[in-house]
DNA sequence: CTTACCACTGTGGTCTAACCACACTGTAAT
DNA sequence: ATTACAGTGTGGTTAGACCACAGTGGTAAG
C-alpha cells in the first residue's frame, strides 16, 4: 500500500469513528506527517485527494478560513470527476442529459410540498424575470433545479444533478450563444420553470415530472447538445 | 490558482483536444514538470487527483504497466467520494439506497435485449447457483446488477449505480453475516434475479423495473441498512 | 551457439529541508 | 488610545536525493 493511501485510510477512520466531523479541522500537515510517521509529501497527497473530493478545504494564513477543515460538497467534485470523464471521451454528453432528465424528474415526482427549498425555488423565479444578462440568468437557472431537487429530501440524488449539471456547464454556456432568438427561448424556459413548480405545489408529481423532463430535453435539443456533441 | 491545478488543466486540454486518449501515456513526471516549469511535487499532486478521479492510473517499473497510463473508471472513483461523504454523516445510506433503486429500475425498464451484457449476466446466474462462500456470491451478485444495468446502454447510469453499490459494500458485506439464514436468502436472491431477467428477456421492462426495485430494497431492509443506519 | 547472469536505464514512490506568502496576535513605540 | 511591526503557525512550492521495480541488452559461462 502506497503512503499516502495510509494517510486516506487514517483520516477516513477519524471521519466514521466521529472523531472528526463536519466543520472540524484536521491537524497539521506537519503534525500528521509527525503523527503517522510518514512525510508531509505523503499527508499532502493525501488532502489533495480529499480536496478533489469534496471533503475537505485547505486555507493558508491563520483564523476561520485557515487549516484544513471538514466540509461537504460532493456535488462539484462528482462535477468535476465526470467532466473529466466527458474529456476522455468515455462519458457522453447525451448521457449525462438523459441522467440529469431521469434524476430531476424522479425529484419533482417526489418533492416534499411546503418545504424552504420551494419557496426559495420561487424567489428565483421571480430574479430570474428581471436577470441582466445569460449569466446571470444560468447561474439562477442552477439554483432553480438544485433547489428543486432538493425539495425531494435525497441527498445523493440533489448531488448527482448538481454534478451533471456542472459537469457539461461549458457546452450548455457555449450554445446559449449560438440560439437564434435568446429573449424567446429565455420567455419560455421561464414559463416552463412557473408551469412546473405550480404542479409541484398541487400535488401532481406526475405532470411535475413529465414537464421536468420536457424542460430539459428541449433546452439540450435546442442548443444542439445531443444532436451534436461534437467537444469545443 | 495554485500549481497543481495548472497542470491539471494541462492534462485536460490534452484529453479534450484528443492529442491524449484513453489508453495513451502522459509523459513522464519529471519530463512534465520541466515542460510545465512547475516541480515535480506539483505534477504529482495533479496526477493523484486524476487517479482519485479514476481517469489515470501510475505503474511502477518499465514495460506495458509502467508509467502513468489513461483509463476511464469513473465507477470506482465515484464510489470512493460517495464511501467518504457516508462517513462524513453527510449522505445517509438510505438515501444511497434509494438512489441505487431508482437508477437500476430504470436502467432494468430500459435494458436493451439482446446485448451481450445480458448474456453475460445469464452466465453469472449459473455461477452464482455454485458460488462456494457468500464473498463469491456478492462478487458475482455485483457483476450480475452492473451487467444488467450496462444493458440500457447509458454509461453515466451504469457508472453511478455502481459507484452507489461500492459506497456501501462495507455496510452490505457486514451485514450479510448477520443474517439468520444465508442459505435461504442466497436461494430467494437467486430466484429474483432469474425472475428479472426473465422479465426483462421478454420485454416487459415494467415488472422488470419493479422486481428490481423490490430485490434491492428487500436485501437492505433484510440486512438491516436504511432500519438501522448505524455506522460500524 | 545457447544460456544464464547482471549492470543499465527509466519509471513512479518517498523523503528531507528549506523557503515563500499569508493572516492573525501580541507587543512595543508613538 | 492608536499605530506599527515582529512573531507565529498555516498551507504552497521547490530542489535534490534515494528507493524499489521491471524491462533491456550486453557479456561471460556452458
Redesign the pocket.
Known sequence: ??????VLQWIEKQLSDGDLALGG???????M?EQL??????V??A??ILEAMGVVR???????????VVIAEPGSALGSTLRLHVATRHLPVADIVETRVLLESWAAQRAHVGVPELEEAAELLDQMDTAPDIDTFLALDARFHVALAQAAGNAVVSAMMASLRGAIENYAGELTGNLPDWNATSARLRAEHRAILTAVNNHDGGKAAELVAAHIQGFYTEAGVGANPSPK
Open positions: 500500500m502506497r503512503t499516502h493511501e495510509l479541522r484536521l491537524p497539521g500537515e506537519r503534525a506527517a510517521k510518514v512525510s508531509r509529501t505523503s499532502r497527497e488532502v489533495r485547505a486555507g493558508v494564513g491563520s483564523g476561520k478560513d485557515a487549516g484544513t
